[in-house]
């Protein structure tokens, strides 16, 4: 086998597939390296034609799984704990990673081919010029290198090719897109946002923006991609390839030019370096199964590991040039972990007048998008949050095995149109830290001799103020909304909060315009080595509040654009 | 005779006595087996449905199974058939009975339960028995049909107001998982679809049923 590629890219997931994508369809010989396990698009591992009474043990994983300790962090997330897609996520067990007893983190991961990209929540936002002028703004984090305007046209390729289906709304703080047909709002859910628009400017319930094809084009048809039929199992895998994935679109389309390898159950050690020349010359890895080790070349490498990932591999490729770390003669690598912050749940019931129903399962929820980037007279906090909500579907009544109550009455009552009850979510920025920090463990290992990584992160004093003000916030805009029975749930003061909770880590090898105070420029290049990229999460250096997998992606087509052109030059 | 959905079970119908047979080779697969045995071991009363007197059985409308299921022996595994047909009866739509819920649980104990969870239920059985005869001074399983169902009320009652200790810790996860088996059950749910086609959130009840009748959006 030929080790020499153009460009090696370690990752699957959402952003490795980008940029697979993007240097093969340039015409580059790509390497993509996952160190999980194969999965064939459409294969024996996507459980979405399963009903609820086919899956193994009626969705419950073997219970000796938690007698011996497998699977902690997705236990604790409760929802994903299910044999539906389990095998789509990561035993910490046998992958541990550490943090201090006091911040416990939760990591999710997806250690296959396609990686988290199989199960992400598909809520496609793109940031506003008020997210990337944040960190400038207020003085938290570094500067971003880049704008919304940078970025723009990018959102508008990613888009267009993924398939958004979303509603131009026309909001200032969530700029529109290229979209396919919207999905409809339930009776309930435009009930309230009537009622909010009637009330507000500045807050508005819009329907999410979804990355499940509505109205495929051409170009996605040709992909072997079709219109989702609201199943919304989308995290087994979907056999229709209507909702995006590497495995459903980028990596087929990568596969097309003929220029691209993949290889499954290689763990990136380290990213090689030549100090003579100032250039990474490959990576070296570890075989999954064997243990055994072997190098691959390249002439430029991306890195798409996920956030952490990337930084654990990064902080340990040392060298003489690097002793602490490649491409960190800042020392900020593995600084500025961030994230998103869910403190406030709420829900209520929608009092409206007709008898109507829903029908479906619509792969995405409703959303209140962040209406505090400017400091407003009641707020003590900067930055701001927004909320994840939903009524899509009107409640029936189901038994309920945890109260009193058997026989004939106890099943009449099941099954019995409820009211529609409107649930919401707050979503707040986590501002960047530099305190909060990744590293290596001193002496722990996992099985394959990598040092665990240890992520010592979490909330403070913001993000506590962030959570009072937005559960004022959510009652109000509930009462506006025209609901009743409100109940809003904000986490207290003294119960901790893990950071990683929602699953968006980011940051830890952040953009930024000084190379003494940041590890990458604004094309996601390290400012140390000039043939090395990070575009996955840990190029982050804010959060801001929308979900992020739409910037990553706009990112590393960007950044792949612009690697192409110096490869192609020779500059590289 | 009738085939059931699960080709492990022959339903027979003797008047109104159910008998179902399992496969004898199920019965004495591996280590579980030998797990169960020893907890029968340390059952104050085991119940032999089998010695009912032929006439009894017809007037206590009980389903008796002659033999072992998966991991309930034959005793027991009455016992449990009639308890989730009294939690969840058959009315104008289906029961626990119709959804096969005794049955899964069984495959349950085996292919989901922890030997924690399979110690616990066992017991909980054999306690369920003993409170029956301390009730009734007599077995659960030859009591009649509206005594058995008062007792099992009762019982649902009772943890759920005051109940504390092993006994009702186990029959709240026996009840949760009753209902989760049911309620998950195909035949519980006509109007679930796995392919609904589209969503739409604004439906009047006349045009969902007729999307309901169409199967498909």
């Given amino acids: 086998m030929n080790n020499d590629y153009d460009v090696i890219i370690v990752g699957s997931g959402i952003t490795g597939g980008w940029a697979a994508k993007e240097f093969c369809e340039r015409g580059f010989n790509t390497l993509v390296i996952e160190r999980g396990r194969n999965v064939d698009h459409r294969g024996p591992e996507y459980k979405d034609f399963q009903a609820p009474w086919d899956l193994q043990n009626r969705g419950m994983p073997e219970e000796t799984l938690a007698e011996n300790g497998h699977y902690a962090t997705l236990r604790k997330k409760g929802h994903l704990y299910k044999t539906d897609a389990l095998h789509f996520f990561v035993d910490d067990k046998k992958h541990p990673y550490s943090s201090p007893e006091d911040k416990p983190f939760m990591w999710t991961r997806g250690y296959q081919l396609g990686g988290r990209s199989l199960t992400w929540g598909r809520q496609v936002l793109r940031w506003s010029p008020m997210d990337f002028e944040a960190n400038a703004k207020d003085g938290h984090g570094i500067e971003w290198p880049i704008g919304y305007e940078d970025l723009a046209p990018w959102y508008s390729y990613v888009e267009k090719f993924i398939g958004v289906s979303a509603n131009k709304d026309g909001l200032k703080t969530l700029p529109d897109g290229e979209f396919q047909t919207p999905w409809e709002m339930s009776y309930a859910e435009q009930y309230i946002s009537n009622n909010i628009a009637k009330k507000y400017t500045d807050r508005h319930l819009i329907i999410g923006r979804a990355a499940n094809l509505t109205s495929p084009t051409e170009e996605q048809t040709a992909l072997g991609r079709g219109k989702c039929l609201a199943r919304s199992y989308c995290r087994r895998g979907c056999s229709f390839g209507a909702y995006f994935s590497s495995q459903s679109a980028t990596l087929p389309a990568a596969h097309k030019t003929g220029n691209l390898t993949v290889i499954t159950d290689s763990i990136v050690e380290r990213i090689d370096y030549d100090d003579v020349n100032n250039k990474v010359s490959g990576v070296s890895v570890i075989d999954a199964n064997t243990k055994e080790r072997r190098q691959y070349k390249s002439r430029a490498v991306f890195m798409c590991a996920s956030a952490l990932g990337t930084v654990q591999v990064m902080l340990n490729s040392t060298s003489k040039t690097f002793p602490n770390g490649i491409a960190n003669s800042s020392g900020m690598l593995g600084h500025y972990i961030l994230g998103h912050v869910t403190g406030v749940v709420a829900s209520a019931d929608v009092p409206v007048s007709e008898d109507k129903y829903a029908f479906g399962r619509r792969p995405i929820a409703t959303y209140i998008p962040n209406y505090r980037h400017e400091k407003q007279d009641d707020a003590n906090f900067v930055r701001g949050f927004g909320f994840q909500t939903t009524a899509q579907n009107r409640s029936f009544s189901s038994p309920n095995a945890k109260e009193k109550g058997i026989g004939i009455i106890a099943k009449q009552s099941v099954g019995k149109p409820g009211p529609w009850r409107f649930r919401a979510f707050m979503y707040g920025e986590v501002l960047p830290y530099y305190e909060n920090v990744a590293s290596l463990h001193p002496t722990q290992k996992d099985e394959w001799g990598m040092p665990l990584l240890h992520i010592d992160a979490e909330i403070k004093d913001n993000e506590r103020k962030m959570i009072k003000q937005a559960a004022k916030d959510i009652q109000e805009i509930l009462e506006v909304g025209g609901c009743t029975n409100i109940q809003v749930k904000a986490t207290p003061e003294n119960k901790h909060i893990p950071m990683g909770k929602q699953v968006h880590e980011m940051g830890g090898a952040c953009m930024g315009k000084n190379p003494d105070s940041s590890v990458l420029n604004g094309w996601g290049q390290t400012h140390d080595i000039p043939n090395l990229f990070v575009t996955d999460g840990a190029c982050m250096a804010s959060s801001a509040t929308q979900n992020p997998s739409l910037t990553y992606m706009a990112i590393t087509a960007r950044a792949a654009d612009y690697a192409a052109k110096l490869l192609k030059n020779n500059i590289i | ?217």
């Avoid at chain 2, 496969?23 to 004495?28: I, L």
């Avoid at chain 2, 096969?100 to 085996?110: F, G, K, P, R, Y």
């Avoid at chain 2, 924690?116 to 306690?127: A, D, H, M, R, V």
């Avoid at chain 2, 369920?128 to 001074?137: C, D, G, P, S």
Wanted: charged letters at 20%.
């Fill in chain 2, 1 to 217: 005779m009738i085939l059931i959905d699960n080709d492990c079970f022959w339903l027979v119908f003797i008047g109104s006595i159910n008998v179902i047979t399992f496969p004898e080779s199920k019965q004495e697969e591996g280590n579980v087996e030998i797990n169960r045995r020893i907890f029968l071991g340390s059952m104050l009363y085991v119940v032999s449905a089998s010695v009912l007197p032929s006439e009894l059985k017809k007037t206590l409308n009980l389903t008796v199974f002659e033999s072992d299921a998966v991991f309930f022996d034959a005793e027991q595994f009455t016992l449990v058939y009639d308890i989730v047909d009294i939690m969840i009866p058959r009315t104008d739509t289906p029961g626990a009975v119709d959804s096969h819920t005794a049955q899964v649980l069984d495959e349950l104990m085996i292919s989901w339960a922890a030997t924690s969870t399979q110690q616990q239920f066992t017991l909980f059985l054999s306690e369920f028995l003993q409170r029956a005869r301390t009730a009734f001074n007599a077995n659960y399983l030859s009591l009649s049909k509206e005594n058995r169902q008062t007792f099992v009320e009762q019982i649902d009652e009772v943890v759920f107001d005051t109940g504390k200790g092993d006994f009702s810790i186990a029959y709240k996860r026996f009840k949760a998982l009753i209902f989760h088996i049911h309620y998950s059950s195909e035949i519980a749910n006509p109007n679930f679809f796995l392919v609904p086609g589209g969503y739409r959130g604004s439906l009047s009840q006349d045009e969902l049923n007729v999307i309901y009748e169409r199967k498909y959006l």
